[in-house]
């Protein structure tokens, strides 16, 4: 597996752990040791790790959650960095994310995402 196909894994079991509702798969792929940021679509920036788990246990405790599909992921690595852009779905809703990843002690860490609604174009 090369570098970017390992980063859209990582990418991936992002999107498993939100949908588990599994605050601690979540835990383990923020960072520990890097500046983290978080902006959920309609939220403000969150700029710290405690605020971001904070907010994912909100997300996943919330019965009314819908389930968030993700697609469309591409990365691209620029040594220790990696950038994803993916699609997201929930409840009907168009997203574009942006995921950053860190590498630390040989894995991929988030230590940044960011999601938004975008607007539907017809090709």
């Known amino acids: ?3 970017a196909q390992d980063v859209v894994a990582v990418n991936e079991t992002f999107y498993e752990a939100l949908n588990r509702r599994d605050i601690a798969a979540m835990d383990v792929l923020w960072s520990r040791r890097q500046a983290v940021a978080c902006i959920h679509p309609g939220w403000q920036a969150l700029r710290t ?3 971001i788990m904070a907010s994912w246990e909100a997300i996943m405790s919330n019965p009314q959650q819908p389930r ?3 697609g469309g992921a591409e990365a691209s690595v620029l040594d220790d960095v990696a950038i994803v852009i993916c699609r997201e779905f929930v409840a009907g809703a168009s997203l574009l994310a942006t995921n950053v990843f860190a590498r ?3 894995r ?3 230590v940044h995402h960011h999601s938004g609604p975008v607007a539907m174009v017809e090709t």
């Open 1 to 3: 597996m090369d570098v």
């Open 49 to 51: 790790r405690e605020e």
């Open 68 to 70: 968030i599909v993700a």
């Open 104 to 106: 630390e002690e040989g």
């Open 108 to 110: 991929w860490r988030i």
